[in-house]
């Protein structure tokens, strides 16, 4: 049986050691194609794979096709807006993610783009505090989770907005159940994202949530560039010279932004919300973990197809 990792994204070196480890132990062949150019490159690695692991890979019907072997694909982290989930099950292949395990990195990486910009980019000028100020997350899901925990500690008070999870499991985790997405909006300076990318959340960030933060706003969006209208977010930038927006990917419009809004944003280069060791360790491991207990035991509890 053969384990196909193909990240473009390549995990820390630690992390491939591990993962190599524990998929040979089991008797598996583990191979890695790292910074593959295109999908080309990809469908040949695949021919002879029984499982593919991938982070943010596109997992496509094309690919697919040239994947006789193939059942099963492990996305090592939360979102899989990246695999065609219908093309997969028409192939007969089982999808599953490793929910949680990326949660603390994205979580640290929100807390560090805020902090620095609200010490204004250690340019010496004047910053602001984060005790005492609002944090409204949007979803309550893993990392919001973390989230919660971090922001307590600096003294924040804690809002979240969820309509699926109860409220019960929001106050206990001690953030503050809020009614509506308008109300965490209208109450927090900051609103950090913790949504997945999907149909029904696709440019759910719109004008008339944005237009009700408090001033001196903070957008955090450390999920998808997708879950933001950004035509709206422009309008707002454009309304408000308080209006901050710190994201762990570019937007398609950044090139306004470059032009016209320099000090009020910051744009990591590639998303980098999950490029830790520990956090590469936690998903890869599980990733492999998962697979093993799949073709032993039929196990598919994070099965998302
Ligand atoms: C996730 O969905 O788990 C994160 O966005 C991490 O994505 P990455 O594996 O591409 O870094």
Redesign the pocket.
């Known amino acids: 049986m053969k384990i196909l990792v193909a990240t473009e994204?390549p995990f820390a070196s630690v992390t491939v050691n591990l993962m190599r480890e524990l998929a040979e132990s089991s008797g598996y062949e583990i191979a890695f194609l790292e910074k593959y150019r295109g999908t080309g490159e990809l469908a040949d690695a695949l021919v002879d794979a029984d499982a593919l692991v991938v982070?943010?890979d596109p997992v496509t019907a094309q690919i697919l096709d040239a994947a006789r072997k193939l059942r099963i694909v492990v996305r090592?982290?939360?979102?899989y807006d990246n695999i065609d989930l219908n093309a997969c099950t028409a192939h007969n292949v089982v999808v599953m993610n490793t929910p949680g395990q990326?949660a603390n990195a994205?979580a640290e990486l929100a807390f560090l783009m805020m902090l620095y910009k609200a010490r204004s980019g250690f340019s010496g000028k004047t910053g602001t505090e984060l005790r005492g100020k609002t944090l409204g997350l949007y979803g309550f899901g893993n990392v919001s989770r973390f989230m919660t925990l971090i922001a307590n500690g600096f003294g924040m008070k804690v809002f979240a907005y969820d309509p699926y999870i109860d409220e019960n499991i929001i106050s206990n985790s001690g953030a503050l159940p809020v009614k509506s997405q308008e109300e965490m909006f209208s109450k927090c300076q900051y609103v950090s994202l913790h949504i997945p990318a999907n149909e029904q959340t696709r440019k759910l960030i719109g004008y008339n949530l944005l237009k009700l933060m408090p001033s001196k706003a903070v957008l955090v969006n450390t999920a998808r560039k997708e879950i933001i209208d950004e035509e709206a977010l422009l309008k707002i930038f454009e309304e408000r010279p308080d209006f901050t927006y710190l994201s762990d990917v570019e937007p398609d419009c950044k090139n306004v932004f470059e032009e016209k809004y320099r000090g009020r944003f910051i744009f990591t280069e590639k998303?980098?919300?999950?490029?830790t060791e520990e956090s590469n360790t936690n998903?890869g491991v599980a990733a492999i973990r998962q697979i093993i207990d799949f073709f032993k035991t039929g196990n598919d509890r994070f099965r998302v197809n």
């Open positions: 994204k982070r943010s090592a982290g939360s979102g990326n994205v998303k980098m919300g999950a490029q998903a």
